[in-house]
């Protein structure tokens, strides 16, 4: 199976959801659980005020803390944004970029998501690059073409070496936060897709070691049957991140 080549990641998005001073009550309680898939790599993605406590949290354990956006810009005149270079000064491993709220709330394009890739490979912060498409577009039938699409204007000039640092997020926009999950075949299908879109950009034996995770209403019940695809190395992780249910998927992922 293709999968020796990848570990897992089990990435939580906390979207905005909790306060810092809940921060430690909640590691209190998850860290137990948690605990016994010390085999599996986990992140748990939060807003920006909550890092610091997070990181203070976590320390010592192997679970990582990661953003869920970054600016394009490395400094300057840019009220409210923060850069990647501030994210890297208070110890973040990843950042989650391109997620569908921040294309659709924001207009984020291919094009930006692409400038903040490049922002954070700079600051030696592992990008989370998210794609899916919407209901309209699978009823279409353009989901392949789409999510494609989306891949590779977000990697436009990204470089075989920089490629090695990144992660990729299939999140079918009807299924997060819904309750609706993909199909472990509609899932595979399009992680599949990807993996041979970045095979066609960067090669067979490069696209084997990116590590391709699946989000949208991913749970600890269906975990297991998910990250049992051969072309799924992982959850991005909404919802069910915000409760203990957390650790069940870092145990199906550490089985798997
Ligand atoms: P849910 O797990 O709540 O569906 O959210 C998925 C998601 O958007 C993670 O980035």
Same mark, same amino acid.
């Given at each position: 199976?293709?999968?020796?080549?990848?570990?897992?990641?089990?990435?939580?998005?906390?979207?905005?959801?909790?306060?810092? !001073?809940?921060?430690?009550?909640?590691?209190?309680?998850?860290?137990?659980?948690?605990?016994?898939? #010390?085999?599996?790599?986990?992140?748990?993605?939060?807003?920006?005020?909550?890092?610091?406590?997070?990181?203070?949290?976590?320390?010592?354990?192997?679970?990582?803390? $990661?953003?869920?956006?970054?600016?394009?810009?490395?400094?300057?005149?840019?009220? $409210?944004?923060?850069?990647?270079? +501030?994210?890297?000064?208070? $110890?973040?491993?990843?950042?989650?970029?391109?997620?569908?709220?921040?294309?659709?709330?924001?207009?984020? !394009?291919?094009?930006?998501?692409? #400038?903040?890739?490049?922002?954070?490979? $700079?600051?030696?912060?592992?990008?989370? +690059?998210?794609?899916?498409?919407?209901?309209?577009?699978?009823?279409?039938g353009v989901t392949l073409t789409f999510v494609e699409s989306q891949i590779k204007g977000g990697l436009k000039d990204i470089t075989p070496e920089q490629m090695k640092k990144v992660v990729i997020a299939y999140e079918p926009i009807w299924a997060i936060g819904t309750g609706r999950t993909a199909t472990a075949e509609q899932a595979q299908e399009v992680c599949g897709h990807i993996r041979k879109v970045l095979a066609g950009l960067y090669g067979e034996e490069l696209a084997k070691g990116v590590q391709v995770l699946y989000g949208g209403s991913m749970n600890g019940k269906n975990a297991a049957e998910l990250l049992a695809q051969p072309d799924i190395d992982g959850g991005l992780i909404g919802g069910a991140s915000l409760k203990m249910e957390f650790a069940d998927i870092i145990g199906a992922a550490n089985e798997g």
């Amino acid at each position: 199976m293709e999968k020796k080549y990848r570990n897992a990641l089990i990435a939580g998005n906390w979207k905005m959801n909790k306060l810092a !001073s809940e921060v430690p009550g909640f590691w209190a309680e998850l860290e137990p659980k948690a605990a016994l898939a #010390a085999g599996v790599q986990s992140a748990l993605c939060v807003p920006f005020p909550l890092i610091p406590a997070m990181k203070a949290a976590l320390a010592g354990s192997q679970v990582k803390v $990661g953003a869920q956006d970054v600016s394009a810009h490395d400094k300057g005149a840019y009220t $409210g944004e923060v850069s990647a270079a +501030m994210l890297a000064d208070l $110890g973040v491993d990843y950042c989650i970029i391109g997620h569908s709220e921040r294309r659709a709330y924001h207009a984020e !394009s291919d094009e930006l998501v692409n #400038a903040k890739l490049k922002a954070l490979l $700079g600051a030696g912060i592992t990008p989370i +690059m998210c794609c899916g498409e919407s209901l309209e577009q699978r009823d279409a039938g353009v989901t392949l073409t789409f999510v494609e699409s989306q891949i590779k204007g977000g990697l436009k000039d990204i470089t075989p070496e920089q490629m090695k640092k990144v992660v990729i997020a299939y999140e079918p926009i009807w299924a997060i936060g819904t309750g609706r999950t993909a199909t472990a075949e509609q899932a595979q299908e399009v992680c599949g897709h990807i993996r041979k879109v970045l095979a066609g950009l960067y090669g067979e034996e490069l696209a084997k070691g990116v590590q391709v995770l699946y989000g949208g209403s991913m749970n600890g019940k269906n975990a297991a049957e998910l990250l049992a695809q051969p072309d799924i190395d992982g959850g991005l992780i909404g919802g069910a991140s915000l409760k203990m249910e957390f650790a069940d998927i870092i145990g199906a992922a550490n089985e798997g």
